[in-house]
């Protein structure tokens, strides 16, 4: 059964010219993007992403991190897409990823780990409503297979 979850590529991949190289590890996976457009994070944005984090010590790190410069939105598609996902970016310390993941071979740190990716299929949801609007997520899950 198909289902969509949404990533997003931090700015450090973005400055650094992985783009094309992660888009193609996603789509060699077999996963469909089904949308996609650079964007510049506001604060605003980054905290109700990271909501989960609230009050713990790296917060305001990520939260300035990820609104340093512009990242790369993405809903991708797939069978079980989010563990799919989840896999194939690796584990967040970039030190502990696996080689030939994501993080593994692109992560320079905790903060600087590239990718983020939903870690559940309603999380996937609230994250997409965060950045698309409420008529684009229906349209993006009209058509899933």
């Known amino acids: ?3 969509i979850t949404f990533v997003f590529l931090k700015p ?17 996976k077999g996963l ?11 604060r605003e944005e980054a905290e109700r992403l990271y909501d989960v984090h609230r009050g713990k010590e790296f917060f305001d790190r990520l ?7 512009p990242v790369l939105l993405m809903v991708v598609e797939g069978p079980r897409a989010v ?8 584990a967040t310390d970039p030190v502990k990823a696996q080689p030939g993941t ?10 600087q780990n590239v990718i983020h990716a939903a870690d559940s299929p309603e999380r996937a949801v609230k994250e997409m409503r965060i950045f698309f609007t409420e008529e684009e997520v229906k349209a993006l899950w009209e058509g899933v297979e």
């Open 12 to 28: 450090e991949a973005v400055r650094r010219g992985l783009m094309g190289e992660i888009i193609a590890r996603i789509e060699r």
């Open 63 to 69: 939260v300035r991190h990820v609104t340093s410069g």
């Open 32 to 42: 469909r993007i089904r949308a996609m457009r650079l964007h510049r994070m506001s």
């Open 83 to 90: 563990e799919a996902m989840r896999k194939l970016i690796g």
């Open 102 to 111: 994501i993080r593994g071979d692109y992560g320079l740190d905790i903060t």
């Open 1 to 3: 059964m198909a289902e």
